[in-house]
C-alpha cells in the first residue's frame, strides 16, 4: 500500500470497469516533466513506503532540474519483468534454488514464486545452420532441440512449476517481437490499480517496447531476479534529451536509414546514461513500426531509453494486433488523464534537444564494424574501398577486376583485390574475392517487426525473380522473422515463393545473425576465405555489426535494410555500387539496376493494408505458451521443486543458499584478504563476465572435457549460463583482461600467494586454493570499475570466486549494486587516491575494520582498511541505500528476499 503523501489516489472508470490510478497532477511541476518522468513519476506515488521511497523522492522528480547532472537516487519498481533465454536461465536456477532452501527451512516451496509477471521468450538458441531449401526451419529446429535439450526441460518444468512465470517456447518469435506484438500491455491492470506498463528485460534491446509508451530497458540478471521478487531497481533520475521529428520520410527511404541516421547522430551527441524522448509534430507522422525499430537501437546509441508518449498510433497498433476493446479504451482514458497523450505542439523541458527533419533521410547502410558508422548508400562501394585496406595485407596487387563481367561489374580501380576460385559441391567454378558479400540476412527484431520493410524486401525479390535474378553462389542467405506474423502475411500476399527463389528461405523465428548464430558458411567458401585471408563481407538487417560478432570467417560486417539486404545478395559484392551499377542481367540479357526492381511505397502499403490483420495476430498468440508437439512431449520432472541431473552441464544447483539459517549472522570485518586481481581503469562487465566461446585449455574447458564433454559439443558461455561451475571458471578469464599482478599476462591469470613464490596460476585455480585455505579475497579497481553491460555474472561469478571486497576509484552503478546484491562489499578509494598512489602492490594482505558497524542497523561511511606492509587508508562505503544495506547483512538480495519472503 502507498502511504499517499501527495493524496494521489484516485478513480479512474472506464465503460463498465473502475481502476484506482494515482493521479500526477498532485504534484507540484509534473505538469512541465518529459513523459518518461511522469512514469517514473507515477511509479514512486503508488510504491511510496516511507523507506526506501519516501515523499522527498517523489518531491525530486517534480522539482526535476533539467540542467543539473543526476545525483538523486530513486528505487524504480517495475510492473513486470521480460527474458531470453540465454540470460533467463539462471533467473530461473536461482528461483528453482530458493525453493529448496525454503524447504529446507521449514517453509512451503510454492511461496517462492516471482511477484511481478515474468515472462521468457526462448529466441537466443536458434542457429542458421541449414539454409536456402524449404526444410531449412525444421532442420534447424531440430538441431536446435538437441543441443538444447537440458535448459528446454528445465525451462519447461518452471513453466509448471512457478505462477506468474510463462515461457513462450522455440520456433515462436524474437522477445522483442513477442512484447510489442502480444506481451506489452501499455497500461497495466493488476489488483484492481490502472498504472502505466514498464519493465526491466535481461537483453539489451528490451527498449524495442518503448516505441509503444512503454519505459523499460534492459538490466543484468540480477537486478531481474530482484525485479521479479518485488524488489526495486536502484537507479538516478536521469537527464532526458528531447529529440524533436518533424516533416515526413521521402519516398525510397526507408525505418532503417531513419534509425541509423538516429544513432549516428546520438552517438555524436553523447546520450549515455541517458533517456531519450521523441516529441514534435514528426511523431505523429511516425508509424508504430518505425516507432520500435527506433526504440530498439536505443543501446546503439547508447541511451537507456528511447520512448515515444502514447497517440492514436498506439492504440490503432493495439486494435491491429488483437488487443482487447476494453484494453484500448483504458490506454486512452489513462494516457490523457494522466498528461500521457502526445500533444504534437507542446514542448517539454528537456535537459538536451536535438532535431531531424524526416525529409533529410536519406537511403543508408552502416559498417563495417559499429552501427553507429553511418554510410549514405550512394557512397557505400567508394567508402568500403578505403575501409577494406584496413583488413587486407599492405602488398596484396590493387586495380584488377573482382568479378567475371558477367557476375559483377568491375571494381573501381585501386581497390585491393584477391581473386580466388570456389568449387562447388555440384562441380561448378565461381570467383569470389575481397568484399565478396557471404552472409546476407534478414534478421533481428529491429527490422523484422516492421512490416513496412519486410514487404519491402520481399516485393524486391519478387520483382528480381521475374526479371530472372537470384542471389549469387557465394551468399548465405537466411530470413529469420521476428515471429510468425511476418510469414503469415507473405504467404497471403503470395510472395513466400519469390523470397524461397532468391535463397530466402525460413531458417528459424529468432535472434540469429545478429547475435552470431549464423551457423556456419558453406565448406568451399570458408575453406577459400581462410586459406587466402579474403576480407569478405556481411550485409544484415540487425542492430549489431561489431567485429568478429556475425561470422568467424567474415571480417566486415554492414547493417542495411531488408530490401537492400535482398539487393546486395543479388549483386554479390560490396565493391558494386547498387545505386548506379548493374546488379545482373536478365533473360534477354539486359542489365538490371536497383531502380528496376525497387518497389513503389504505394506497392508496399498496399500489401501491408491487404495482407495484414487483426486474425493473424489472434492465429499466432491464441496458444502462444502451448508450443508445439515436441515442446509438449519433453520430459519434465513434477513437483514443485526440481529434480536436479547430477550429470547435467547446463543447468546445476547453485550454491547460494548452502548452510543458510533464518537468521542472518553478523556482518564482520574482513582480515588477512589476498588481492585476486589489480586492475586499471575502465575495466568493464565484457572483461568480468565470461562469454563467448568456451577454449580447451581454460579452466572451464578442462571441467567440460572431465564430464565427457567433447570440445565440438563445448558451445559457449552464454548457453551454460545455467552451470555455475562453468561459469565461475570463465569469470575474470577474457582473453583482454590485463591482472597488474601478473605483469607480462592476458586473460585469466593472477598469482597464487598460497603457493612458495606466488606462482603464476589461473585465478580460478588460485581461487580455489585460497578458499581452501580460509583467506578472503578483494578486487583492486582504477575509474568507472563495472562499466558496460549489466551482466549478472560479473557480480555472481566475483563472489563465487571467494571475494569477499572491490575497493575502486569510482564504478558504474549498476555493478556496484549488483556486487551488493551478490554479498560482496563495494569500496572506493579517497578522493584523489588509488592503488598507485597509495604504494599498492597487490602482494599485501589487507583487513577491513568499521564494516561491523552495518549491525548496529547503520551504514558506516568509511572503514578502515590496513595492509601488513604498513599501509592505511579510510575507504569510502559505497553502500548507498537503506534496501542496499539490508542485501549486504543478509548476505545478498536473494538471502533477503527468502528470509523476508518465509517471514511473510
Known amino acids: ?270 546520450v549515455v546514461g541517458k533517456f531519450v524522448e521523441f516529441y514534435g509534430e514528426g511523431v505523429a507522422a511516425t508509424s508504430l513500426a518505425n516507432r520500435a525499430t527506433i526504440g530498439n537501437m536505443s543501446p ?58 524526416l525529409a533529410t533521410v536519406v537511403p543508408s547502410i552502416a559498417g563495417p564494424k559499429r552501427p553507429q558508422d553511418r554510410i549514405v548508400l550512394a557512397n557505400a562501394a567508394q567508402q568500403f574501398a578505403q575501409d577494406v585496406r584496413n583488413y587486407v595485407a599492405d602488398d596484396e596487387e590493387a586495380g584488377k577486376e573482382s568479378f567475371p563481367a558477367s557476375d559483377a561489374p568491375a571494381s573501381s580501380n585501386g581497390v585491393p583485390t584477391k581473386p580466388t576460385t570456389v568449387t562447388a559441391p555440384d562441380g561448378s567454378t565461381y570467383e569470389i574475392d575481397h568484399g565478396a558479400v557471404t552472409v546476407a540476412a534478414i534478421t533481428s527484431c529491429t527490422n523484422t517487426s516492421n512490416p513496412y520493410v519486410m514487404v519491402a524486401a520481399a516485393l524486391v525479390a519478387k520483382k528480381a525473380v521475374e526479371k530472372g535474378l537470384t542471389r549469387k553462389p557465394w551468399v548465405k542467405t537466411t530470413l529469420a522473422p521476428g515471429s510468425k506474423v511476418v510469414t503469415d502475411y507473405f504467404d497471403k500476399a503470395g510472395l513466400t515463393p519469390y523470397l524461397d527463389k532468391v535463397g530466402f528461405n525460413l531458417v528459424g523465428y529468432g535472434c540469429t545473425t545478429c547475435i552470431g548464430n549464423s551457423g556456419p558458411l558453406p565448406e568451399e567458401v570458408s575453406k577459400a576465405v581462410n586459406d587466402n ?48 551499377d548493374a546488379l545482373g542481367t536478365d533473360q534477354d540479357g539486359k542489365p538490371v539496376f536497383l531502380a528496376d526492381i525497387w518497389p513503389t511505397e504505394a506497392e508496399v502499403n498496399d500489401v501491408v493494408a491487404n495482407a495484414i490483420g487483426e486474425d493473424m495476430f489472434n492465429k499466432s498468440y491464441q496458444d502462444v505458451f502451448a508450443g508445439d508437439a515436441q515442446w509438449q512431449a519433453l520430459p519434465i520432472p513434477t513437483g514443485n521443486t526440481f529434480e536436479w541431473d ?72 552464454g548457453s551454460r549460463r545455467g552451470n555455475h561451475e562453468v561459469m565461475i571458471r570463465g569469470t575474470f578469464a577474457n582473453i583482454r583482461l590485463r591482472n597488474q599482478i601478473a605483469p607480462g599476462t592476458e586473460g585469466g591469470y593472477t598469482r597464487d600467494f598460497t603457493q612458495d613464490g606466488g606462482p603464476v596460476s589461473f585465478i580460478y585455480d588460485a581461487s580455489q586454493n585460497y578458499q581452501a585455505a580460509g583467506v578472503p579475497l578483494a578486487i583492486l579497481a582504477g575509474k568507472e570499475y563495472g562499466s558496460g553491460s549489466s551482466r549478472d555474472w560479473a557480480a555472481k561469478g566475483t563472489a563465487l570466486l571467494g571475494v569477499k571486497a572491490v575497493i575502486a576509484e569510482s564504478y558504474e552503478r549498476i555493478h556496484r549494486s549488483n556486487l551488493i546484491g551478490m554479498g560482496v562489499l563495494p569500496l572506493q578509494f579517497p578522493e584523489g587516491q588509488n592503488a598507485e598512489t597509495l604504494g599498492l602492490t597487490g602482494e599485501e594482505a589487507f583487513s577491513f575494520t568499521g564494516v561491523t558497524e552495518l549491525n548496529n542497523g547503520t551504514t558506516p561511511r568509511t572503514v578502515k582498511v590496513t595492509t601488513d606492509t604498513g599501509v592505511e587508508f579510510d575507504a569510502v562505503v559505497r553502500i548507498d541505500t537503506p534496501g542496499e544495506a539490508d542485501y549486504y547483512r543478509n548476505g545478498g538480495i536473494l538471502q533477503y528476499v527468502l528470509r523476508s519472503l518465509i517471514r511473510s
Open 533 to 580: 585471408d579474403l576480407a569478405v563481407t556481411s550485409v544484415l538487417s540487425g542492430n549489431r555489426n561489431f567485429e568478429g560478432r556475425i561470422n568467424p570467417d567474415v571480417k566486415m560486417n554492414y547493417l542495411a535494410s531488408p530490401p537492400l539486404v535482398v539487393a546486395y545478395a543479388i549483386a554479390g559484392s560490396m565493391k558494386v555500387d547498387i545505386t548506379k
Open 1 to 270: 500500500m502507498s502511504a499517499n503523501s501527495f493524496d494521489a489516489r484516485s478513480t479512474l472508470r472506464v465503460g463498465d470497469e473502475s481502476y484506482e490510478i494515482f493521479k500526477l497532477d498532485k504534484v507540484e511541476g509534473s505538469a512541465r516533466l518529459p513523459y518518461s518522468l511522469k512514469v517514473l513519476l507515477e511509479n514512486l506515488l503508488r510504491t511510496e513506503d516511507g523507506a526506501n521511497i519516501t515523499a522527498d523522492h517523489i518531491r525530486a522528480i517534480g522539482g526535476w532540474d533539467s540542467q543539473a547532472q543526476p545525483s538523486q537516487e530513486i528505487q524504480f519498481t517495475p510492473a513486470r519483468v521480460i527474458m531470453q533465454d540465454f540470460t533467463g536461465v539462471p533467473c530461473v536456477v536461482d528461483l528453482a534454488t530458493m525453493r529448496e532452501a525454503v524447504k529446507e527451512l521449514g517453509g512451503d516451496p510454492a511461496k517462492i514464486n516471482p511477484l511481478a509477471p515474468a515472462e521468457l521468450v526462448i529466441d537466443h538458441s536458434v542457429i542458421a545452420d541449414k539454409f536456402g531449401t524449404k526444410d531449412a526451419f525444421g532442420q534447424n529446429v531440430e538441431l536446435e532441440y538437441g543441443r538444447n535439450k537440458e535448459r528446454y526441460q528445465f525451462l519447461r518444468w518452471g513453466q509448471t512449476a512457478f505462477d506468474e512465470f510463462k515461457v513462450v517456447p522455440p520456433g515462436t518469435g524474437i522477445v522483442h517481437q513477442v512484447n510489442i506484438e502480444h506481451l506489452a500491455r501499455t497500461v497495466m491492470v493488476r489488483g484492481g490499480q490502472a498504472y502505466p506498463d514498464t519493465l526491466v528485460g535481461t537483453d539489451s534491446h528490451t527498449t524495442m517496447v518503448n516505441g509503444l509508451g512503454v519505459l523499460g530497458w534492459g538490466v543484468g540478471g540480477i537486478e531481474a531476479e530482484a525485479a521479479m521478487l518485488g524488489q526495486p531497481v536502484s537507479m538516478l533520475i536521469p537527464r532526458v534529451v528531447g529529440f524533436k521529428l518533424t516533416g515526413e520520410l521521402k519516398p525510397g527511404t526507408t525505418a532503417t536509414d531513419l534509425v541509423l541516421t538516429i544513432t549516428e547522430m546520438l552517438r555524436k551527441h553523447g
Open 300 to 357: 546503439e546509441f547508447g541511451s537507456t531509453a528511447a520512448i515515444f508518449p502514447i497517440d492514436d498510433e498506439t492504440l490503432n497498433y493495439l486494435r491491429l494486433t488483437g488487443r482487447d476493446a476494453q484494453q484500448v479504451a483504458l490506454v486512452e482514458a489513462y494516457a490523457k488523464e494522466q498528461g500521457l497523450w502526445l500533444d504534437p505542439k507542446a514542448e517539454p523541458d528537456f535537459s538536451e534537444k536535438l532535431e531531424l527533419d
Open 646 to 717: 547430477s550429470e547435467s552441464t547446463y543447468v546445476r544447483k547453485p550454491p547460494y543458499f548452502e548452510g543458510m539459517a533464518m537468521d542472518p549472522s553478523p556482518v564482520e570485518d574482513i582480515t588477512g584478504a589476498r588481492v585476486l586481481a589489480k586492475l586499471g581503469d575502465s575495466v568493464t562487465t565484457d572483461h568480468i563476465s565470461p562469454a563467448g566461446a568456451i577454449k580447451a585449455d581454460t579452466p572451464a574447458g578442462k571441467y567440460l572435457n572431465e564430464h565427457g564433454i567433447e570440445r565440438r559439443d563445448f558451445n559457449s558461455y
